[in-house]
T-cell receptor, first 113, second 110 residues
């Protein structure tokens, strides 16, 4: 089944404790992206990548890191999480050719206390 | 001005009626247009893609695109309570940048 897999689905952590949210896709998509979704603010792009070893900042990159060492994986790293990073996070992927839409992962609900 | 504008709703329609959702966009370089359905706490699910002016039908869903007016719409015929969700309009431009609207909440009343 074609899918984007995110883990974990739920995470509660404490301020300052480094964490990684994993994202993997099995559709051979070049384009991968991370979003956060907050009530009243909609989907906001954090980082994106159009190829292995190529990453770019989205609209709200502060406090986040990403890496793209392999085509299928695009982990999101919070080196020192803060309460304002409490949010619902989505990983998404899309082919570069054909200008198609995103396939989204199931989401990760992160709470930082 | 936001890149993609949608009425936040809620839009309430009775079961069996046609629900009409609208979206305008500002980037004339937009190449692809999408409608996503999102249930509360779940991930967005792609339900329609449209790339050229006119109508595109898929089952009970019809997407309409008017590039001259920079307008995209989604019609849902024979609305069902299970259609109650937030519908996100999205566009992709020729630089592969995606823009999402804030979503329209649809309530279908039995």
């Amino acid at each position: 089944e074609a899918q984007v897999t995110q883990n974990p689905r739920y995470l509660i952590t404490v301020t300052g404790k480094k964490l990684t949210v994993t994202c993997s896709q099995n559709m051979n998509h070049e384009y991968m992206s991370w979003y956060r979704q907050d009530p009243g603010l909609g989907l906001r792009q954090i980082y994106y990548s159009m190829n292995v070893e190529v990453t770019d900042k989205g609209d709200v990159p502060e406090g986040y890191k990403v890496s793209r060492k392999e085509k299928r994986n695009f982990p999101l790293i919070l080196e020192s999480p803060s309460p304002n990073q409490t949010s619902l996070y989505f990983c998404a992927s899309s082919p570069l050719e054909g200008l198609g839409g995103y396939t989204f992962g199931s989401g990760t609900r992160l709470t930082v206390v | 001005q936001k890149e993609v504008e949608q009425n936040s709703g809620p839009l309430s329609v009775p079961e069996g009626a046609i629900a009409s959702l609208n979206c305008t966009y500002s980037d004339r370089g937009s190449q692809s247009f999408f409608w996503y359905r999102q249930y509360s706490g779940k991930s967005p699910e792609l339900i329609m893609s449209i790339y050229s002016n006119g109508d595109k039908e898929d089952g009970r869903f019809t997407a309409q695109l008017n590039k001259a007016s920079q307008y995209v719409s989604l019609l849902i015929r024979d609305s069902q309570p299970s259609d109650s969700a937030t519908y996100l309009c999205a566009v992709r431009n020729n630089f592969n940048k995606f823009y999402f609207g804030s979503g329209t909440k649809l309530n279908v009343k039995p």
